[in-house]
């Protein structure tokens, strides 16, 4: 029999693992980092206003990976690690805003549907790529190997 993924929680609180271990017979699945998409199209292109806050723009952009992935064949949970890239927010005093994120964070991972959390780390970055984004995430999912008979 085939071993699980094993997600590790430190704090149950915590929006993410605090390891997570992956026994032989999977396959990984490296996924790009991702932003979000327009939620205001009656704002200047390519700013804040256009993609939303960091909750906002949290939950394009995790609904943009969900997409992603679902092509792939995995899901939230089977994503075992996951950075997140976060930017100053107007909003929030200049400041990124990691509760923000972590909130809406909370609603795809670690649920009584999806209850897996991946590790993660989350990282302030002065830009990102895509002008007015605030969120960028990517993800390492495993899923097991089915052998085809």
């Known amino acids: 029999m085939a071993q699980a993924v094993i997600h590790n929680q430190d704090d149950a609180n915590s929006p993410f693992a605090g390891s997570v271990i992956v026994p032989p017979g999977y396959t990984t699945y490296y996924i790009s980092g991702s932003g979000p998409t327009v939620t205001n199209l009656n704002a200047p292109k390519d700013s804040i206003e256009s993609f939303g806050d960091t909750a906002t723009q949290t939950r394009t952009t995790l609904e943009g990976l969900k997409a992603k992935m679902e092509k792939l064949g995995v899901g939230f949970g089977d994503v075992v690690q996951a950075r997140v890239y976060l930017a100053a927010d107007p909003m929030n005093g200049g400041k990124m805003n990691p509760a923000a ?47 085809k008979r």
């Open 101 to 147: 994120m972590n909130a809406t964070w909370k609603t795809f991972f670690g649920t009584t549907a999806q209850p897996n959390k991946p590790a993660r780390a989350t990282i302030e970055a002065a830009n990102l790529v895509k002008r007015g984004a605030l969120v960028e995430i990517e993800f390492v999912a495993a899923k097991m190997v089915t052998p």
